[in-house]
C-alpha cells in the first residue's frame, strides 16, 4: 500500500526559532498534499492543501507567513514552522493523494512538535 | 458546507461483542465518507470508504459500515471486538460538490475502549 513518511518524528526547539519538517510519499506520486494540526484529544484540522508546483491553500485562521508549505516536488511537501511560540506545540499530520479529486488519502505518522 | 459528527466522545464494550461507533454527516450532494483508526502518536489508518454503490461496506480489521441516506448515517461496525482495537476512530466525509471535492472534514473522534 501507499506509504508516507514524515521526518522528523518529534521535535523540541526553543521559542523563536525555525522548524521545518518534511512529508514524503514512499512509494507514489502525490500532485497534492494535506497538512493537518491536532491537539490532545481533539480531532484533525486542515491547515493547509498544497498542489506539487504551485502556492498552498491556506484555509481561514492559518497564518501563511508563519506555516510555510512548500511542494516542490511529487513526492515531498515541506511544512516550515517560523518563529515558533509554545502556542505552536501540537501534532501535526500531512496527507497525500495521488490527484486532487483522487478517493484515497494517505497519511503520514506525524510529527510532535514541542516548543519551550 | 460539509460537516459530520460523532455524538459519543467514548464507548466501551467488552472483547467478543458487537461494537458500534457512530457518525452522522451533513452535504449538500452525495457524500464521500471514510472511516480511520488512530493509535496513540501515530497517523491515521484508513479502515473503508463509502463512494457509491452497496450501502454495507467491508474494510480492514473486521470493520465494516453501513451508508443511510435518509438517517445520513455512516455508523462504524465489527461483529466481534478485540482488546487491539481500542484506538480513536475517526469518521470522515468529502462533498465532491464543495470547491472541487478536495477537502475532507473529520469528526471529533471516538475513543474506543475494549476490555479483556
Known amino acids: 500500500g501507499a506509504v508516507v513518511s514524515q521526518h522528523p518524528s518529534w521535535v523540541i526547539c526553543k521559542s523563536g526559532t525555525s522548524v521545518k519538517i518534511e512529508c514524503r510519499s514512499l512509494?507514489?506520486?502525490?500532485?497534492?498534499m494535506f497538512w493537518y494540526r491536532q491537539f490532545p484529544k481533539q480531532s484533525l484540522m486542515l491547515m493547509a492543501t498544497?498542489?506539487?508546483?504551485?502556492?498552498?491553500?491556506?484555509e481561514q485562521g492559518v497564518e501563511k507567513d508563519k506555516f510555510l508549505i512548500n511542494h516542490a516536488s511529487l513526492t515531498l511537501s515541506t511544512l516550515t514552522v517560523t518563529s515558533a511560540h509554545p502556542e505552536d506545540s501540537s501534532f501535526y499530520i500531512c496527507?497525500?493523494?495521488?490527484?486532487?479529486?483522487?478517493?484515497?488519502?494517505?497519511f503520514g505518522p506525524g510529527t510532535r512538535l514541542t516548543v519551550t | 458546507a460539509q460537516s459530520v459528527a460523532q455524538p459519543e466522545d467514548q464507548v466501551n464494550v467488552a472483547e467478543g461483542n458487537p461494537l458500534t461507533v457512530k457518525c452522522t454527516y451533513s452535504v449538500s450532494g452525495n457524500p464521500y465518507l471514510f472511516w480511520y483508526v488512530q493509535y496513540p502518536n501515530r497517523g491515521l489508518q484508513f479502515l473503508l470508504k463509502?463512494?457509491?454503490?452497496?450501502?454495507l461496506v467491508k474494510g480492514s480489521y473486521g470493520f465494516e459500515a453501513e451508508f443511510n441516506k435518509s438517517q445520513t448515517s455512516f455508523h462504524l461496525k465489527k461483529p466481534s471486538a478485540l482488546v487491539s482495537d481500542s484506538a480513536l476512530y475517526f469518521c470522515?466525509?468529502?462533498?465532491?460538490?464543495?470547491?472541487?471535492?478536495?477537502?475532507?472534514?473529520f469528526g471529533a473522534g471516538t475513543r474506543l475502549f475494549v476490555k479483556a
Open positions: 498544497s498542489n506539487e508546483g504551485s502556492k498552498a491553500t491556506y
Open positions: 463509502y463512494i457509491t454503490g452497496d450501502n
Open positions: 470522515a466525509v468529502r462533498d465532491p460538490l464543495d470547491t472541487g471535492g478536495f477537502k475532507t472534514i
Open positions: 512509494d507514489f506520486q502525490a500532485t497534492t
Open positions: 496527507s497525500a493523494r495521488v490527484a486532487l479529486a483522487a478517493y484515497e488519502q494517505y
